[in-house]
Structure formats: structure tokens, C-alpha cells
């Protein structure tokens, strides 16, 4: 049987399965498929989830579905029986503000959860609408569905994806807590262990990896989230994802996450910011470990909120759930542009960002059930593609679908380079000698990187570097120009450099100087004058960086970001009149830069010129400005060396280490 293009596997429009008739497909993610469908025996709308997790399944001509191959039919029929299972159980949890599940059926080889179709906008989008959220409403919202999450805690399930694109605002502001396509009995300690979905920055630590290494997940793991939901709308801005905060522990530097406390502090009720600190807390045994317990911290009372303008009855929630996950990470405040230029820019960097907030279990098996993927030995050779022998042309589509699915075995079993003549590397290479540009080859590339990036950032997290730089070094091999390998090669740098500090003498204390306040101003760049064709605009992969830079360094404080959401861009004038000189040939205006930075509080300002060229060649200088004296600080070079250019620069300013 040949592999199903991945993007062709959901069931057509109008399709009829059991009494429902298809109207759309709203949604693909790592369990399956959501589709927006009417009962055609109450003659009204529903939202149905079918169970097809792309690693494991795919579907023949006749739309029934089947295991990828028979090394993972066990496991796909296992997550198949739990699923069945626990839409039984969540159909009994009956609460104004937990998604319905109405029932559970099985057909075409795999089953379906039958769910309430709820009509609304999400918080994410409502507060990107400009949703006025101060600590009443936010009240209103968090009480009725700590109500809703206790219930379902009782019966022994937990969220594991609460964020803010999971919580529905109906027109009245009512919330509904939606996806519970990623609940499990995990509280029940029953079965392989199962990897889930991540959302950076929501997604407490011990969801990154399995039980055995990251302590069971509970009720506390869905309250780290929805406090990061709420530290969201506090602070404007998505919280410090865990894998961030987990490397500043490595390098013995401060937590990067700023308290609730700080963010919020004018704004909320001490008590109310306690309260999302304490969900927030890193350690498991420091968060609250039930509903109740956390519910006691927050003031009482509270108001909906009111959602004049900005809730639309004609949408629902289904059409929501085919956002990209990525959205919601606080690595995209970068995006510029407005309607069909966003929604581009937002493509291109998925995989980026992929890479950058090391989300590596979304790819590594989506219901990897049972399978310890981080804690095996590495291959211990570079990858070398085999001889390939073409077959003739009417067993050539059997032949790459074989090799395909002996491919992803071989990821599964970790035989990503290594042994020659039996690894997934060379099989990806053969079926791209056969098929140039085969998407499941390509992707299955990528796949192995994310495998040894993954590898070596929990080798890392352990302090195994030299076991993490044979990964990375086993990952070159694979792709050597992938962006994500060199910012895992950053972070292997910044803990080996760590190691040797904690490895030095100590030295006698000192006093420690208050950050300093920095604002980074717009960019300029030569798109306006040289054709798009030459390189792409960089800007935002600038603006990601910087925003990461800047918020990882605890002598370095970020007061303004004019590509960053929650900053009053009313101080700062267009882009023009901080620079001088002709279009090709600019420079910065150092007096309207000292004078925008002096009505930002700021010390220094940072501006970035850029010239485009194709891939990490493109041009960059860097200018930092010092608000009091005017010195500016140059640095020019290419992309690729955008960190070294950029550190070198605030140390130039500093006078020392940052």
C-alpha cells in the first residue's frame, strides 16, 4: 500500500460516517483530525474528532484507516482503545464550562468523538483584539473554569494543553475550556506513558519528557498552564517557555522569567499576582498540587468580561483549532504586516521556531505511546548514504513506500545514522535518488534532526555535553545548514562556558548593578530598494532573537521593542526619522535615537540596518546606541553570526561580561 500524502488523509466533504455528514476540516494535529460536521438525525451542527495520528496511521482508497506499518500496529490499536475509552469518561463530565463530549463510535477502522459545536472567539484572539482583561474580569474567567478543571481532575484526567487558544469566550464572555483531545488518565498511572503535544511557554517541564525522568504529571501541571494563561494576559506577552528557564538553572544564572509580582504590579491585587506566581513555579513541589488549593489563593468575586465588538456568533470553535500552535509562542511578536502578509510571515517561520523553542516532542511521534526516545545511546557514526539501486518503474512506487516505512521504524528505534545499510538517513537518501523532492523523505530528514537536537538538549539539561556535541555533530551530518542545529550548537557553547565558570575559583563578592534598561527601535532594511528576489526580509527572525538575547540576560533589561505587543509605540517616530543618508547607503540618527531612547527611560537603544541576500548570508549591522554620552557601537557581519555580533556589542557597552 503506498503512503498517503498526509495533507489528502481527511475524510472529503460530505462524506457520511455512522449519521454525520462532513461539512469541513478544521483541524490536523498530532491525535488526529477535527472536522466540523451535522447530525443528520437531530439535523444540527457537531464537532467530531477522529482519532488518526499521522505517525501512526494512514488511510487507503476505501477511507478506512490502517497502522503506518506493522511495527506500530500494537501501539496504534492501544492508543486507539484509550481514546474510545476516555471519550466515555469525559462524556460524563457535565459543566457549563468544559466542552461537551456528546459520544464515541467506531468506524472506518479507527472512532470518533462526537463534541458540542460552541460558537465564540478565543482568549488569544480576544485579547489580540484589544479584550480589556484587568483582575475582575480575569476573575470571571478562571473561577468557572477551575470549577470545570476540578471535575475533571476528580475523574482522574488532566488537560495537558490549557492556553489561551483553548479557552472559548462565548458572546455573554462566558469562558469554555476546549482540545481536550490531548486529556489523559495520567493521574492513573496505567499504560506506556504517552508524549503529547507541548505549547511552548504553557507547558510545564515535566511534559518534555517521560515519567521515569520528569516526575508524573497531575493537577499541577494543568495549573502551571492556565497560570501561564494568566500571566499572558497580565503581562501582554507569552511567558518563558520551560526548556529557557531549565537552561538558565544549567548555567547558574537567574530564573528569566519575571514574576507576576513585577509585571503586574499597579495593575493587580498582590494576592491575585501570588497566585499566578505560585502556578508558575518551576519545581513541581512548589506549585499548588490541586484546584482547590490554588482556588484559596485568589481573591473572590470577579465579572465576565464584556465582548462588545469583539465576539462574532458566526464563528466556532472548530475553525479555531486549525491555528498553528506556533501562534501563540511569544517568539512570533516579530510579525509585521497586516491580513495576508502576517499570515506568510507566520508560515515561513514555523519551522524556525520550531528549532528555537526546542518544541521537539510535537515531531517526534505525536502519540509516541511507550516510547523512551531521549535516554538511548547515540549512533556513533556520521551518517554515509548507501549505494542505490533505482527498481524498475512498476515496482517504483511499492519500493519507496517500503522504504518509507522501514524509515520511520528506524526512527522509532533511534537507527538514525547508524548501523550502515540499516538506518533511516540512507533510506530517506533512496527514496530521494528515486523521487527528488519527496515530501515524506524530506520531512523525514528534518524528523532526525529534531531527533538528535532533542537528544542532545536533555544531554545537556544533565550536563552530558560532550555527549550532546556528538548528536549535534551526528545531526550536521544529516543537514549541515539547519538553523535550529546551530542555535542548539549557541546553547551547547553557553553550558560548556558555564561549566568552566562554576569550575573556577571563587571569587570574592561584589556589589551587583542594576540592569541596563534597553529599547530596541525599528529596523531598517534595503527591501524597499532592492528586489525581493535577492533575499528574504529578515527583520523578524532580527526581532525573535534580539526579544530571546534580551530576556536571557539578568544584566540586560528590555524597557521597549517596537516589534513587541504591550509596548506604547507613542514615543517613538516612524522609522524615518531615525536614520539618515540616501536609501541604499544609511545610517543611524544618532540625536533622534538618544532623544527616543530618553522617552523610553532606556540607557541604550539598539537598531538593526539589513541588506538582503539568500539564506543566513544576508548583510547585518548592528548599532547601539548610548542614551547619555551618544556613543554608538557598531558591529557588521552576516546572519549567521548574529549572536556573536550582538554580544559582542553589549559587552563593547558594558565594559565587561553580560
Do not use: C
Amino acid at each position: 500500500m503506498a503512503v498517503t500524502d498526509r495533507s489528502q488523509i481527511a475524510l472529503p466533504v460530505g462524506h457520511q460516517v455512522h449519521w454525520y455528514e462532513i461539512r469541513a476540516v478544521v483541524g490536523q494535529g498530532g491525535f488526529g483530525i477535527t472536522y466540523l460536521a451535522r447530525d443528520t438525525n437531530l439535523d444540527h451542527l457537531v464537532a467530531i474528532k477522529e482519532y488518526l495520528p499521522p505517525n501512526l496511521a494512514v488511510r487507503s482508497g476505501d477511507s478506512t484507516v490502517h497502522p503506518v506499518s506493522e511495527g506500530r500496529s500494537e501501539i496504534f490499536d492501544w492508543g486507539l482503545e484509550r481514546f474510545v475509552r476516555e471519550a466515555r469518561t469525559l462524556a460524563k463530565f457535565k459543566h457549563p464550562n468544559i466542552v461537551a463530549v456528546f459520544s464515541v463510535f467506531e468506524a472506518n477502522g479507527t472512532a470518533y468523538m462526537v463534541m458540542e459545536y460552541e460558537r465564540g472567539v478565543n482568549l488569544e484572539q480576544a485579547m489580540e483584539a484589544g479584550l480589556e482583561l484587568g483582575e475582575p474580569e480575569l476573575l470571571g474567567i478562571v473561577h468557572p473554569l477551575l470549577d470545570g478543571l476540578e471535575l475533571v481532575h476528580g475523574g482522574g484526567f488532566i488537560h495537558r494543553d490549557i492556553k489561551p487558544e483553548n479557552i472559548l469566550l462565548r458572546k455573554d464572555g462566558s469562558p469554555v475550556l476546549l482540545d481536550f483531545g490531548s486529556a489523559r488518565e495520567s493521574l492513573l498511572g496505567e499504560s506506556p506513558t504517552l508524549t503529547t503535544l507541548v505549547t511552548p511557554g504553557y507547558a510545564p517541564f515535566e511534559q518534555y519528557q517521560d515519567d521515569r525522568h520528569s516526575g508524573k504529571q497531575g493537577p499541577w501541571s494543568d495549573i502551571y498552564s492556565m497560570g501561564a494563561t494568566l500571566y499572558r494576559a497580565i503581562s501582554g506577552e507569552g511567558p518563558v517557555d520551560a526548556l529557557t528557564r531549565v537552561n538558565s538553572r544549567l548555567g547558574s544564572t537567574p530564573d528569566p522569567l519575571r514574576p507576576a509580582v513585577e509585571v503586574g504590579a499597579g495593575r493587580f491585587s498582590a494576592p491575585f499576582l501570588e497566585a499566578v506566581d505560585a502556578a508558575l513555579s518551576f519545581d513541581v513541589e512548589d506549585r499548588p498540587q490541586s484546584v482547590a488549593e490554588w482556588r484559596r489563593m485568589f481573591p473572590e468575586g470577579g465579572r465576565l468580561p464584556s465582548m462588545q465588538g469583539i465576539s462574532d456568533a458566526s464563528l466556532a470553535w472548530a475553525e479555531w483549532e486549525s491555528r498553528k500552535s506556533a501562534k501563540s509562542s511569544s517568539a512570533l511578536t516579530g510579525a509585521r504586516g497586516e491580513g495576508g502578509e502576517t499570515q506568510r510571515i507566520d508560515q515561513r517561520l514555523v519551522p524556525r521556531l520550531v528549532w528555537i523553542v526546542a518544541t521537539v516532542v510535537v515531531v517526534l511521534g505525536g502519540i509516541l505511546l511507550g516510547n523512551n526516545v531521549l535516554h538511548r545511546s547515540a549512533p556513533e557514526q556520521a551518517p554515509v548514504a548507501g549505494d542505490v539501486v533505482k527498481p524498475p518503474p512498476s515496482s517504483r512506487e511499492d519500493a519507496i513506500g517500503d522504504l518509507l516505512r522501514a524509515a520511520a521504524d528506524d526512527v522509532e528505534a533511534l537507527r538514525l545514522t547508524s548501523p550502515t545499510g540499516s538506518n533511516a538517513f540512507e533510506r530517506y537518501q533512496q527514496v530521494l535518488t528515486m523521487e527528488p523532492g519527496n515530501e515524506d523523505a524530506l520531512r523525514g530528514l528534518e524528523v532526525i534532526v529534531i531527533r538528535y537536537v532533542t537528544l542532545a538538549n536533555t544531554a545537556m539539561s544533565k550536563g552530558e555535553l560532550e555527549k550532546a556535541q556528538q548528536y549535534l555533530d551526528s545531526a550536521t551530518g544529516v543537514l549541515p545548514d539547519d538553523a535550529g542545529i546551530a542555535l542548539a550548537r549557541n546553547m551547547l557553547a553557553a553550558a560548556s562556558a558555564a561549566k568552566s565558570a562554576d569550575a573556577a575559583p571563587a571569587e570574592s563578592p561584589t556589589a551587583v548593578a542594576a540592569p541596563r534598561r534597553v529599547a530596541v527601535l525599528p529596523f531598517w532594511g534595503r527591501q524597499s530598494v532592492v528586489s525581493a528576489e535577492d533575499g528574504p526580509d529578515v527583520s523578524v527572525e532580527i526581532s525573535e532573537f534580539v526579544h530571546s538575547f534580551l530576556s536571557s540576560r539578568s544584566s540586560l533589561d528590555m524597557v521597549y521593542s517596537y516589534y513587541k505587543p504591550g509596548f506604547d509605540h507613542a514615543a517613538v517616530d516612524g522609522p524615518a526619522a531615525l536614520w539618515s543618508g540616501d536609501a541604499v547607503n544609511k545610517a543611524p540618527e544618532v540625536g533622534a535615537m538618544r532623544d527616543a531612547g530618553r522617552a523610553l527611560g532606556a540607557d541604550g537603544v539598539l537598531v538593526y540596518g539589513y541588506d538582503p541576500k539568500p539564506g543566513a548570508g544576508a548583510q547585518v549591522q548592528a548599532y547601539l546606541v548610548d542614551v547619555a554620552d551618544g556613543r554608538v557601537i557598531r558591529r557588521e557581519g552576516v546572519l549567521a553570526d548574529l549572536a556573536e555580533l550582538t554580544r559582542t556589542a553589549f559587552e563593547d557597552w558594558t565594559g565587561g561580561g553580560i
